[in-house]
């Protein structure tokens, strides 16, 4: 017997390995019965992101391995009218790839293209997973400045988004970006940086894949090194006055919150002088290098909400999150997280001109979240908050104008390079400024 966190459940349990089995086999039964699809007459092809949530079915879904071969697909696909997005490991909790026409899948296009260890940077491949790109980058000496925590996203895709991890000077990941190498509407290649195209850099570093096909990215990076997760159990109010002196006092830090019996599990993680120590520990007791310690394995099919509000509001912010859950919804059984990250001057990041808290809720994929998540989302848009652009949010774009200062100089760009919406689903199309 061996004892596992399931954090659907809040609380941590012994179980067999036959009881998993029996209930992702229930999962996968249920999942299959409630399917929220797109579905059209005489397509046959059909894409799903990962907890099956959103599920369409298309005209053509393609897979790359070259870049000519993905620059000849889009000039003879945009030929004709029709739109195309581009998929990445699928992970997003909002339809942001979702499109009955084309979807593009550039997970061929992978690997190390080149490594500079003296600026330390380095190009990449945007199909590339983070998962993949840990070892690589060690062996040159290299990591990720920061990263979330899961690995199995694509580049192309966590800097499509906006996806981050957690520490109050850590920027996300696309603040990381150098530079980035794209395919245009008409199949055309451009490179753009802060020195090249910048406006168009602007837009591509957090695109929300409506600009163009990106292949390859510039990473900044940061030495390879050893860190130490350290997993505190405490009650919330020992936690809840405690916050800014644990975000102070850590590199990374974090909290989950399970509202079933009022108690968080707090995470720190550190850089250590003491070497890896294998084979590695559980969630919680972890060190090693940092591709290993800051990704966790989140198997468990569910849909999530995140905002990110001024760092200053955060507990406040926080404190009401958890009154509505205990008041209003106190069937909830899943987690909520806590996190930080560095301001940046990225057009559309939830961090942009401010040090930012991000708030997480989440909720098992066979039930209906939304009630729940709208009364969340009514609390954080009280305190300014900003979606996270690959997790579920009801904002129009009128609202968006509202939260984002460049949201109108974003989409004239994004225009000025994409005049005929190739790149637009009709999720983002709906985003469009009137």
């Not at 979330?148 to 991890?165: L, M, S, W």
């Not at 066979?366 to 009630?371: A, G, I, N, T, Y």
């Not at 005929?420 to 009709?426: M, S, T």
């Amino acid at each position: 017997m061996t004892l596992s966190v399931t954090a659907n459940w809040g609380c941590v349990r012994a179980r067999k390995p036959d009881d998993d089995k029996a209930e992702l086999k229930s999962r996968a039964d249920d999942l299959a019965r409630r399917k929220t699809r797109k579905i059209a007459k005489g397509k046959y092809m059909q894409w799903n992101n990962w907890s099956g949530r959103h599920r369409v079915e298309l005209d053509s879904l393609r897979f790359v391995r070259r870049e000519e071969d993905a620059a000849a697909f889009v000039a003879e696909y945009a030929a004709t009218g029709k739109t195309i997005r581009v998929a990445g490991s699928g992970h997003s909790h909002a339809p942001v790839v979702v499109n009955e026409e084309a979807i593009l899948d550039v997970s061929g296009l992978s690997g190390l293209v080149s490594v500079d260890q003296d600026t330390k940077t380095a190009w990449m491949r945007a199909g590339s997973t983070i998962y993949s790109l840990g070892i690589q980058l060690h062996e040159h000496g290299l990591a990720l400045r920061n990263q979330g925590d899961i690995d199995r996203q694509q580049v192309g895709g966590v800097i499509a988004t906006g996806t981050h991890g957690t520490g109050r000077n850590l920027k996300n990941i696309s603040g990381s970006v150098k530079g980035v190498k794209l395919i245009l509407a008409d199949g055309s290649f451009v490179n753009c940086s802060a020195e090249e195209n910048a406006d168009l850099f602007q837009v591509a570093r957090l695109s929300v894949g409506s600009v163009g096909v990106i292949t390859q990215v510039e990473m900044v990076l940061n030495p390879s090194r050893v860190l130490q997760e350290s997993g505190v159990p405490m009650s919330y109010d020992e936690v809840a006055p405690r916050i800014p002196e644990l975000i102070e006092n850590n590199e990374r830090w974090e909290f989950f919150w399970f509202p079933r019996n009022d108690q968080t599990v707090t995470k720190s993680i550190n850089p250590s002088d003491e070497p890896p120590s294998y084979p590695l520990a559980e969630e919680g007791g972890r060190r090693a290098f940092s591709f290993e310690v800051l990704p966790n394995h989140r198997s468990v099919p569910h849909t999530e909400m995140e905002y990110s509000i001024p760092a200053e509001s955060g507990p406040e912010c926080f404190a009401r999150i958890r009154e509505l859950i205990h008041s209003k919804f106190p069937e909830v059984q899943w987690p909520v997280e806590y996190r930080t990250i560095a301001e940046d001057d990225i057009w559309l990041s939830m961090a942009f001109g401010r040090p930012t808290v991000s708030i997480s809720v989440h909720q098992d994929v066979r039930l209906d979240e939304e009630p729940y998540y709208r009364a969340c989302e009514e609390i954080f848009l009280s305190y300014g908050g900003r979606p996270h652009w690959g997790k579920v949010h009801y904002l129009s774009a009128d609202q968006f104008a509202a939260i984002y200062p460049h949201w109108g100089d974003w989409w004239r760009v994004r225009d000025q390079y994409d005049q005929n919406g190739v790149f637009l689903n009709e999720h983002f199309r709906s985003l469009r400024p009137a």
